[in-house]
Protein backbone atom coordinates (compact mmCIF):
# COMPACT_ATOMS: atom_id res chain seq x y z
CA UNK A 1 0.00 0.00 0.00
CA UNK A 2 0.90 3.34 -0.61
CA UNK A 3 2.94 4.92 2.66
CA UNK A 4 4.19 8.68 2.75
CA UNK A 5 6.90 8.92 5.64
CA UNK A 6 7.49 12.83 6.88
CA UNK A 7 10.45 14.18 8.27
CA UNK A 8 12.45 17.49 8.57
CA UNK A 9 10.47 19.32 11.30
CA UNK A 10 11.63 21.29 14.58
CA UNK A 11 11.80 24.08 15.94
CA UNK A 12 13.31 27.37 14.06
CA UNK A 13 13.83 31.00 14.76
CA UNK A 14 11.38 33.41 12.83
CA UNK A 15 13.64 34.37 9.81
CA UNK A 16 14.70 30.86 9.61
CA UNK A 17 14.74 27.76 7.32
CA UNK A 18 13.87 24.00 7.33
CA UNK A 19 13.35 21.49 4.74
CA UNK A 20 10.82 19.10 4.98
CA UNK A 21 11.34 16.20 3.39
CA UNK A 22 8.59 13.00 2.17
CA UNK A 23 9.44 9.25 1.10
CA UNK A 24 7.09 7.87 -0.58
CA UNK A 25 6.46 4.10 -1.33
CA UNK A 26 4.11 2.12 -2.74
CA UNK A 27 3.28 3.69 -5.65
CA UNK A 28 4.41 5.12 -8.85
CA UNK A 29 5.67 7.75 -7.98
CA UNK A 30 5.52 9.70 -11.54
CA UNK A 31 1.66 8.87 -12.11
CA UNK A 32 1.16 10.84 -8.69
CA UNK A 33 0.27 14.44 -7.67
CA UNK A 34 2.33 15.31 -4.46
CA UNK A 35 1.02 17.83 -2.21
CA UNK A 36 2.07 19.59 1.52
CA UNK A 37 -0.47 20.63 3.67
CA UNK A 38 -0.47 22.08 7.46
CA UNK A 39 -2.67 22.45 9.94
CA UNK A 40 -2.14 24.48 12.82
CA UNK A 41 -4.29 24.28 16.25
CA UNK A 42 -7.83 24.96 16.55
CA UNK A 43 -7.70 25.54 12.23
CA UNK A 44 -8.45 23.18 9.62
CA UNK A 45 -6.37 21.45 7.66
CA UNK A 46 -4.92 23.90 4.47
CA UNK A 47 -3.32 23.88 1.00
CA UNK A 48 0.88 24.58 1.16
CA UNK A 49 2.22 23.57 -2.24
CA UNK A 50 1.97 20.90 -4.85
CA UNK A 51 3.79 19.16 -7.61
CA UNK A 52 1.83 17.68 -10.62
CA UNK A 53 2.52 14.36 -11.74
CA UNK A 54 4.14 15.91 -14.67
CA UNK A 55 6.07 18.40 -12.43
CA UNK A 56 4.12 21.80 -12.76
CA UNK A 57 4.31 23.41 -9.16
CA UNK A 58 1.79 25.40 -7.34
CA UNK A 59 2.10 27.03 -4.11
CA UNK A 60 -0.59 29.06 -1.43
CA UNK A 61 -0.41 32.86 -1.60
CA UNK A 62 0.64 32.88 2.13
CA UNK A 63 3.81 31.21 0.93
CA UNK A 64 4.76 32.38 -1.74
CA UNK A 65 8.17 33.24 -2.73
CA UNK A 66 9.30 31.52 0.94
CA UNK A 67 8.50 28.16 0.45
CA UNK A 68 9.56 26.08 -2.86
CA UNK A 69 8.38 22.30 -3.54
CA UNK A 70 10.52 20.01 -5.77
CA UNK A 71 10.78 16.09 -6.01
CA UNK A 72 13.48 13.70 -6.74
CA UNK A 73 12.06 11.00 -9.25
CA UNK A 74 14.64 8.20 -8.95
CA UNK A 75 14.41 8.33 -4.97
CA UNK A 76 10.40 8.91 -4.79
CA UNK A 77 11.01 12.10 -2.19
CA UNK A 78 9.13 15.29 -2.34
CA UNK A 79 10.72 18.06 -0.43
CA UNK A 80 9.51 21.22 1.06
CA UNK A 81 12.03 24.02 1.44
CA UNK A 82 10.73 26.71 3.89
CA UNK A 83 12.44 29.85 4.15
CA UNK A 84 11.84 33.16 6.14
CA UNK A 85 9.65 31.64 8.31
CA UNK A 86 7.09 33.27 10.09
CA UNK A 87 5.31 32.35 13.51
CA UNK A 88 2.28 31.90 11.43
CA UNK A 89 4.00 28.98 9.73
CA UNK A 90 3.84 27.14 13.11
CA UNK A 91 1.48 24.16 12.46
CA UNK A 92 2.02 20.52 11.64
CA UNK A 93 2.45 19.95 8.02
CA UNK A 94 1.58 16.82 5.82
CA UNK A 95 3.20 15.06 2.82
CA UNK A 96 0.27 14.10 0.32
CA UNK A 97 -0.36 11.73 -2.61
CA UNK A 98 -3.19 11.83 -5.54
CA UNK A 99 -3.37 9.74 -8.80
CA UNK A 100 -3.37 11.74 -11.83
CA UNK A 101 -6.93 11.52 -13.17
CA UNK A 102 -7.57 9.89 -17.02
CA UNK A 103 -10.30 12.43 -17.53
CA UNK A 104 -11.33 16.08 -15.95
CA UNK A 105 -9.16 18.35 -13.92
CA UNK A 106 -7.05 17.85 -11.08
CA UNK A 107 -8.14 20.75 -8.19
CA UNK A 108 -4.15 20.55 -6.29
CA UNK A 109 -5.56 22.84 -3.16
CA UNK A 110 -8.56 20.19 -2.23
CA UNK A 111 -7.90 18.02 0.38
CA UNK A 112 -10.31 15.27 -1.00
CA UNK A 113 -8.44 15.20 -3.90
CA UNK A 114 -5.31 13.55 -2.20
CA UNK A 115 -5.82 9.49 -0.98
CA UNK A 116 -2.79 9.30 0.78
CA UNK A 117 -1.12 11.06 3.66
CA UNK A 118 1.46 10.69 5.72
CA UNK A 119 1.36 11.55 9.53
CA UNK A 120 2.59 14.76 9.69
CA UNK A 121 5.79 16.46 10.75
CA UNK A 122 5.59 19.56 13.44
CA UNK A 123 7.01 22.90 12.41
CA UNK A 124 7.42 25.47 15.45
CA UNK A 125 8.46 28.88 14.78
CA UNK A 126 9.58 31.23 17.35
CA UNK A 127 9.39 34.52 17.25
Known amino acids: QVQLVESGGGLVQSGGSLRLSCAAS????????MGWFRQAPGKKREFVAA???????YTADSVKGRFLISRDLAKNWVYLQMNSLKSEDTAVYYCAAGARLLRGSYDYTTLAQYKNWGQGTQVTVSS
Open 51 to 57: VSWVGIT
Open 26 to 33: GLTFSNYN
